[in-house]
Structures are given as C-alpha cells and as structure tokens.
C-alpha cells in the first residue's frame, strides 16, 4: 500500500508543482532536467515505488547530465532500477531529436562555408561516440547540403571506408562534393596515418569522378581537425 501512495504523490501535487502541468502553462524552459525527464518517462515504478521524477532524478545522478546519458548505451540505462527497454528507448529518443534539432540550426541558409560550419554541426552528435563512425556529407555546386549518410561504423580501414562506399549515393544525388567526416573516441582530434591514407584514397576516387572531396574533417571531445585547413588535401 504504501508503494502505490507514491506512485500516485506526482497527481496529488498542486497543479503548478507537477512536471506536465508547469509545462503547459510556463514552458519547458522553466523545468529542471529531473522534471523535463520525469514528462518522457510518464509514469513510474510500482516495485520499487518511485515516481516518474524520483527516477528521473536516479537517472541523473547514475550518468550525471544529459550529454553522459546520451553517450550511455540501452543495456546500460536498463540497468537502473526501475528502467526497462520502452522507458530506456523514449529516452534515447528524445536525446536524439534534440541532437538533430542543434544540428539543424547550426547550418547557416542550408550551406556550408567553413570547416567550422561542418564541425559545428556534427559535433555535439559525434564527438561522444565510443566507437568511430565515418560520415560522408553530400553538396551541390553552391555547397548546399543535400544529405549525409553513414559509411561506416567501428575501426576506420582502407577496406571498409572503400571509394565504392562513399561515392555510391554522391553519384546517384547527382553531388557536386563531398566532405568526409569522422569522429576519434579517444577524444584527440589528430589524424593517424590511417586517415591520411584513407584522405589521399578517396581523394584520387573523387578526382576520377569529377566529385570534389572538399574536406576530411575529425571531430575529437573539445575540437576538430580540418585537412583542408592544414593544407593536407593536395594529392
């Protein structure tokens, strides 16, 4: 009995107090992050008789922020009492829309111009990524972006990034150029010789194409690294 009364201590707050309600008639911007988590979560957990807030705020104190929560994997977040699959997934879900709209804001007219446009704009989505992911980016002849898509997840070979690849869709969107970019785990942004290697590679393929490879950007933790800014895309 005394489980249930807590499960039901959110409803019998003052209307102003609860999570759903303050937003409705404030704005989510006068929400706390337990609160704001608490609304994604809906509901709580009858065993361990905790309100949607009382684990939201579980959940903040486990990972310790919304960036460390959006790093963490689903078999990791189902691993706080109280947290199954739907709940981790609604989660996720939210983390990552809101990962999309930053990244929608960040382009300027829908064109990149710099490579701090483009850092910008996959940065926050990539650069707490624990394994590396390869990303080719898409532009017209203005460079307009057009579309990105995943070229590879994991370790980066000259095997799996193969010019067939990356190529593949630029040549069906009818693209004008491309720019490669992906992320180090480790957090340092420095090329290794594998992406050199890989750089002059598809470089030498776009070349035959009369694609542009306009730029190789790596995203690291706290900065990035251009080739193009370095003067490392002649071939």
């Known amino acids: 009995m005394r489980q249930a009364e807590n499960l039901q201590v959110i409803k019998n707050w003052p209307e102003d107090e609860r999570p759903r309600e303050r937003l409705i008639k404030f704005g989510a911007e006068t929400l706390s992050h337990a609160q704001l988590l608490a609304i994604i979560l809906r509901t709580g957990d009858r065993v361990a008789g905790k309100n949607a807030l009382d684990m939201a705020r579980d959940l903040l104190k486990q990972f310790g922020g919304f960036r460390e929560l959006e790093s963490a994997g689903i078999n990791e977040i189902v691993h706080v009492k109280g947290i199954g699959i739907a709940k981790a997934a609604q989660i ?9 709209m930053l990244s929608i804001d960040r382009i300027t007219n ?10 910008d704009y996959y940065q ?4 707490g990524l624990k394994k590396e992911m390869f990303k080719t980016v898409l532009l017209d002849s203005k460079n307009c972006f057009i579309k990105d898509f995943i070229v590879s997840e994991g370790s980066l070979t000259e095997s799996i990034v193969h010019p067939r ?5 630029a040549v069906k969107e009818s693209a004008a150029a491309v720019i490669l970019v992906h992320n180090h785990p480790s957090g340092d942004p420095a090329p290794s010789k594998e992406d050199r290697s890989i750089t002059t590679r598809l470089m030498k393929a776009g070349k035959i ?11 690291g933790r706290s900065g990035y690294f251009s080739f193009s800014d370095e003067k490392l895309m002649g071939i």
């Open 165 to 169: 690849e990356v190529f593949n869709s």
């Open 92 to 100: 996720k879900a939210a983390l990552e829309m809101g990962k999309r």
């Open 209 to 219: 194409l009369g694609i542009n490879v306009l730029d190789h950007i790596i995203i």
């Open 124 to 127: 926050s989505a990539m650069k």
């Open 110 to 119: 829908n064109r990149f111009i710099t490579s701090r446009d483009v850092a």
